[in-house]
């Protein structure tokens, strides 16, 4: 089955610095991968996905996302952060099986400091 | 509306009750998902329903929890006998079912508090 980690369950940046959220997954196959955002007492917006085109995905909100095969990884960035980016972020990937629901990672919740 | 629609927001039930929640899917999608948000453990995927398909039930985790889905659209998810670690929020979710990089739509959730 595939999984996805996400290092670090808590990330705190000063307002205008680089935000960088780590996600690695697993999978013996080439994978659909994606980045959710949920903020306090929301559901979970999409963010961004890769399926398999354009190795950098540019998503809502100024959020980018590299795929690497090599790494294994699925990294979340934007260059400046806003305070408006508190939320929780949830990496997740597509299952290969026919329900294709997604498998998510644990979740980093990002703080913003004025 | 546009989204898809969860009902009720929140619930406050006593341990032992059943309850039903309820789920309204974005018109046209074929794919309706549950999961469940629990403090501390994160999203774990519940049931998928596709189209006419046999639902996939493997995530249920115990046989206290059912659902339906009328119609090919509003599913109901029920959960009998109500436990503590039973309290969460339930996300329910639905896509087109054209491949595995279709996005999925969650709704705003089912806070369900059992007491």
């Known amino acids: 089955a595939q999984s996805v980690t996400q290092l670090g369950s808590h990330v705190s940046v000063s307002e205008g610095a680089l935000v960088l959220l780590r996600c690695n997954y697993s999978?013996?196959?080439?994978?659909?991968l994606f980045w959710y955002v949920q903020y306090p007492n929301q559901g979970l917006q999409l963010l961004l996905k890769y399926t398999s085109a354009a190795t950098l995905v540019k998503g809502i909100n100024g959020f980018e996302a590299e795929f690497k095969k090599s790494e294994t990884s699925f990294h979340l960035t934007k260059p400046s952060a806003h305070m408006s980016d508190a939320a929780e972020y949830f990496c997740?990937?597509?299952?290969?099986?026919?329900?294709?629901?997604?498998?998510f990672g644990s979740g980093t919740r990002l703080q913003v400091q004025p | 509306g546009a989204g898809v629609s969860q009902s009720p927001s929140n619930k406050v039930t006593e341990k032992g009750k059943d309850v039903e929640l309820r789920c309204d899917p974005i018109s046209g999608h074929t794919a309706l998902y549950w999961y469940r948000q629990s403090l501390g453990q994160g999203l774990e995927f519940l049931i998928y329903f596709q189209g006419n398909s046999a639902p996939d039930k493997s995530g249920l985790p115990s046989d206290r929890f059912s659902a339906e889905r009328t119609g090919g659209s509003v599913s109901t998810l029920t959960i009998q006998r109500t436990q503590q670690e039973d309290s969460a929020v339930y996300l329910c979710?639905?896509?087109?079912?054209?491949?595995?990089?279709?996005?999925?739509?969650f709704g705003e959730g089912s806070w369900l508090t059992v007491v």
């Open positions: 997740a990937v597509s299952d290969l099986t026919g329900r294709r629901a997604l498998t």
């Open positions: 999978s013996s196959v080439p994978p659909y």
């Open positions: 979710a639905s896509s087109f079912d054209r491949g595995q990089g279709n996005t999925i739509y």
